[in-house]
């Protein structure tokens, strides 16, 4: 199959050019991150890594996607073997370890982790040495998204860096659902599309699904 026709449907959308040159690092493939990583398969990404240290439990099968077949392995082997699947010619970079600063990384990053101190250590590590930067939060049916590639989005992403009991919303693993983390992944994928495009990024996206609030700041 030729890229041509493989990407046909996309290709006012997602610059092929410029997609081909990222190199795109999730960080957390849980309830967010494993939806994002598989929409970055889907639309072309070409270099993927993927960091968790977690391994697939009984509860994350409902809550984040993961198959009955997967229980018991790296979440980020479960993810990068379904990835595969999507797009066989991708290189793809499985760590399974928590995020360290002197990992390699990609320039393009996006954060799907659960807690607002590895937000913070992330940030700090990477805000220098990468284009492209968003974080997804969720709990439950209310989600965040935050997206740092210009000087609003790097001016505003450390205000939200708050204390842990100042969070905006609980650690995903306490309540989370599939369908919001997929809405959250999507969001984060269309503000990357955004970038690629040249297009002002929306830098802080936030949707209560259960009272149908939507509130944008750009």
């Not at 999507?86 to 995020?99: A, K, M, P, Y």
Request: net charge neutral; charged share 25%; aromatic share 8%.
């Amino acid at each position: 199959m030729s890229s041509d026709e493989r990407y046909s449907r996309q290709r006012d959308i997602v610059p092929p050019d410029r997609i081909a040159a990222c190199r795109a690092t999730v960080i957390g493939v849980g309830a967010i991150g494993r939806q994002v990583a598989l929409q970055l398969a889907a639309v072309g990404v070409s270099w993927l890594q993927l960091i968790d240290f977690d391994v697939v439990e009984a509860s994350n099968l409902s809550s984040q996607g993961y198959l009955e077949a997967d229980l018991g392995r790296a979440k980020v082997e479960a993810t990068g073997d379904l990835c595969r699947r999507i797009q066989g010619g991708q290189q793809l970079h499985l760590v399974n370890d928590r995020f360290r600063r002197s990992m390699e990384i990609g320039d393009v990053i996006f954060t799907c982790v659960d807690k607002i101190e590895i937000r913070r250590t992330i940030w700090d590590s990477v805000k220098d040495r990468v284009q492209f930067f968003t974080d997804g939060r969720m709990s439950a049916e209310v989600l965040r998204v935050l997206t740092a590639c210009d000087a609003p989005g790097r001016q505003h992403y450390p205000t939200t860096l708050f204390t842990a009991g100042e969070a905006y919303v609980g650690a995903c693993t306490a309540r989370s659902t599939v369908f919001c983390a997929n809405i959250a992944a999507g969001l984060m994928v269309a503000q990357f599309a955004k970038f690629l495009r040249r297009l002002p990024v929306d830098v802080d996206i936030q949707f209560n699904l259960l009272a149908g609030e939507l509130t944008v700041a750009s």
